[in-house]
C-alpha cells in the first residue's frame, strides 16, 4: 500500500512540473531561453520569453 502510494506521489509531481506554458494563441511555449530556431517575441507572465518558431510571427508591411 504504501508503495502505490509513493508511486502515485511522485507520478503527480511529474506531471505538475512537465506542463509547460503557452503563449501567442498557443503557438508559442513560456521559456527562459528560446532555441535557435525560435525568436523571442512578448514576455510571459512569469518573466518567461514566449518562444515563438518565426514562421508563425505575422511579418509588418
Do not use: S
Not at 511529474?14 to 503557452?22: D, G, N, R, S
Not at 531561453?33 to 509588418?60: G, S
Amino acid at each position: 500500500m504504501k508503495l502505490i502510494l509513493v508511486v502515485l506521489t511522485i507520478t503527480l509531481l511529474l506531471v505538475q512540473v512537465t506542463q509547460a506554458m503557452y503563449c501567442w494563441g498557443k503557438l508559442g511555449r513560456c521559456k527562459t531561453t528560446c532555441e535557435q530556431n525560435e525568436v523571442f517575441h512578448i514576455l510571459c507572465t512569469d518573466e518567461a520569453k514566449c518562444c515563438v518558431n518565426p514562421k508563425n510571427v505575422p511579418v509588418k508591411t
